[in-house]
């Protein structure tokens, strides 16, 4: 399809693009009967994109639309109120847009267009968007050899009644403190409960986990003098942006450990309107060595490879701890599609890199 779609020498005009000049030129479309006029002088990858007004600043970047220009990929809003089948043609769809009548939009034109890339399949996503079923695949994995071990905090879902929660908590074995995060995951409220009987201030369709303290490591004291603790703003959180194969790790502050003394003298639940997003970045902070130490690469390499399958997609990061007085004990705690990827560095160059290999791998 990218083939189709040709620049035309006569259309061509120049635009000073950063300190170059560049050729730009204006796209035709070989349907309307206008590609094959033009001689062809560069092939062209078409990305339709449906994202939100908040997305496309954050991920359209001018630096970044401006790199992929120059490798030949241009991106195309897709009008929502007009049909997708008439809009393109297009090598990939890339979107983060919910509801129903979208994912159905999806999935009839995917059927319709089997030699477009949409990235990423919609069923696909639903996995990723429910915390109920979220983790189901890390669960399964196991992930377990020399480097580390990889699972998922203990949890339990509650569907409606409130008042059932202490009881059903009792009954799983979750232990205290709980992390109740709610059932969708694009909402972002998280509580943090002290006490089985403040359970039921909580507010279903709700995920409880068992908090897992991933701070400072204790065991490492015994072999060394004590450090001052310089990391008070609490643990550290490993955000693991993946990039179909590609993956980078930032590190990210996080709630700070509960120590058993503290559970035994506190009570009640405590709300955070959205710790991820606040939480400022870690990478550039004095850390102790121990705790800015990265989860090893060949561990996730491993991970990423897995879960790309399992999921079956292919733009995603992964939330990962690692557990407090342990060197190689980690959790996932949570699984974002299409995250923030203009927080990566150097994301320009590997989204680029990215979309130009799916429409070679064609
Ligand atoms: O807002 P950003 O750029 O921080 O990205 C959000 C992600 O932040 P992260 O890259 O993981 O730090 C964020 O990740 P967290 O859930 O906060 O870990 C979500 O992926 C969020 O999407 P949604 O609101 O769940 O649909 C993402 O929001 P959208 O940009 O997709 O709206
Ligand atoms: N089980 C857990 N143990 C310890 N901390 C957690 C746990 N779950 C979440 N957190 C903390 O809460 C934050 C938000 O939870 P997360 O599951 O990532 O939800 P969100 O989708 O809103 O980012 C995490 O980034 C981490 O700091
Ligand atoms: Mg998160
Ligand atoms: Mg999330």
Known sequence: MGGEITYGKSEA???IVGEEKMVVAQRRYTPAGVGG???PLMKVV???????SKKIKSFLQPQFERLARKKGILFVPIDLKRPLSDQGPFDIVLHKLSGKEWRRVLEDYGNANPEVTVLDPPDAIQQVYNRQSMLQDVADLNLSDVYGKVGVPKQLVIKKDPLSIPGAVNKSGLRLPIV????FAKSHELSLAYDEFSLQK?????VLQEFINHGMREILYGVFPPLPCRNLQGGVLFKVYIVGETIKVLRRFSLPDVSKRELSKSAGVYRFP???CAAASADEADLDPCVAELPPRPLLEKLAKELRRRLGLRLFNLDIIREHGTRDNYYVIDINYFPGYGKMPEYEHIFTDFLLSLVQSK
């Open 13 to 15: 005009r120049e635009e």
């Open 37 to 39: 006029v033009f001689p």
């Open 46 to 52: 078409v990305v339709g994109y449906a994202l939100t």
């Open 180 to 183: 109740a995060k709610p059932l």
């Open 202 to 206: 909580l507010e279903p369709p709700l």
């Open 274 to 276: 959205r710790v991820s």
